[in-house]
């Protein structure tokens, strides 16, 4: 006998979604279903070595005008390397990283390709491989379900 899958999970063609090793939360999401790989806007991104000659790669998220920005570098000891085909069709080699996002109050390990999206309207956003992680179906016709199932369950609780 087989476990009964968990039911799906509607998300919006927009999701105010958390990242809780980056300390950032509400950062807007768009949910792209022709996406594979999720994305995240990073700037000033390169790799050096550390103290051992390993390469380390080194990013800033978001842009400076962006609420969440701190300006603070990160550095990723575990990244890869991959060919990802752009929203215009073209392949970039872009640098992968795997982080945690909060949905649904739920946190999901999901690679993320980092670039420059300071021309695109929303600094992240969410590919196919993500919603098949967890489950989620889209409304295209809905926006920022998750962040509202998150605050009734969080005024539920202060009310009990």
């Known amino acids: 006998m087989s476990a009964a899958r968990p039911p799906k999970r509607l998300l919006g063609r927009r999701e105010l ?14 949910v792209d279903t022709g996406a594979y ?9 390169h790799t050096e070595a550390d103290a051992q000659g390993r390469p380390v790669l080194c990013v800033r998220l978001l842009d400076p005008d962006h609420p969440g920005f701190d300006g603070q570098p990160l550095e ?6 991959r060919d990802i085909r752009s929203s215009n069709g ?10 945690v996002v909060r949905l649904y109050g739920e946190d999901f390990t999901a690679e993320f390709s980092l670039s420059d999206r300071s021309d695109m309207k929303y600094p992240v956003l969410l590919g196919r ?14 926006r920022n379900l998750s962040r509202r199932a998150q605050e009734r369950a969080a005024g539920r ?3 009990s």
Do not use: N
């Open 37 to 45: 790989t999720s994305a995240i806007h990073c700037t000033d991104i």
């Open 90 to 99: 073209e392949v970039q080699e872009r640098y992968v990283i795997r982080a």
């Open 129 to 142: 491989s993500l919603l098949r992680q967890g489950r989620f179906v889209v409304d295209v016709a809905r």
């Open 17 to 30: 979604v958390d990242f809780p090793a980056f300390a950032l939360v509400g950062i807007e999401a768009k």
């Open 157 to 159: 609780r202060r009310s």
């Open 76 to 81: 990723f000891a575990d990244f890869g390397l």
